[in-house]
């Protein structure tokens, strides 16, 4: 099994700053791809930024320009940080992991974390 934990979010103002973390663990043969995702209420989750084991991005629109998503493959964790901050940037922020897993039989794997808060006030 690969776990995965997020850390990071919390409450802050318009034009602030907020950095994620992801940190997976377990039975991980090989990362292939990271990624966060966000869900505002009443709303469906959405894409934010995802990064591959190459370093390879792509952010969403909303993203573009104020996000950065990075990559610590020793330590199996994935970074975004957020600046320029605005209030529809409000969700709660879930981190997605696939890749190898030799958890029994050597396989596939796709996971998410219990997701973090973010909360921008204006």
């Known amino acids: 099994q690969v776990q995965l934990v997020e850390s990071g979010g919390g409450l802050v103002q318009a034009g602030g700053s907020l950095r994620l973390s992801c940190a997976a663990s377990?039975?991980?043969?090989?990362?292939?791809?990271m990624g966060w995702y966000r869900q505002a209420p009443g709303k469906q989750r959405e894409l934010v930024a995802v990064?591959?084991?190459?370093?390879?991005?792509n952010y969403a629109n909303s993203a573009k320009g104020r996000f950065t998503i990075s990559i610590d493959k020793p330590k199996n964790t994935v970074y975004l940080q957020m600046n320029s901050l605005k209030p529809e940037d409000t969700a709660v922020y879930y981190c997605?992991?696939?890749?190898?897993?030799?958890?029994?039989?050597?396989?596939?794997?796709?996971?998410w974390g219990q997701g973090t808060q973010v909360t921008v006030s204006s």
């Open positions: 997605n992991a696939g890749g190898t897993s030799y958890s029994g039989p050597i396989g596939e794997f796709n996971s």
């Open positions: 377990g039975s991980i043969f090989s990362i292939n791809a």
């Open positions: 990064i591959t084991s190459s370093r390879n991005t």
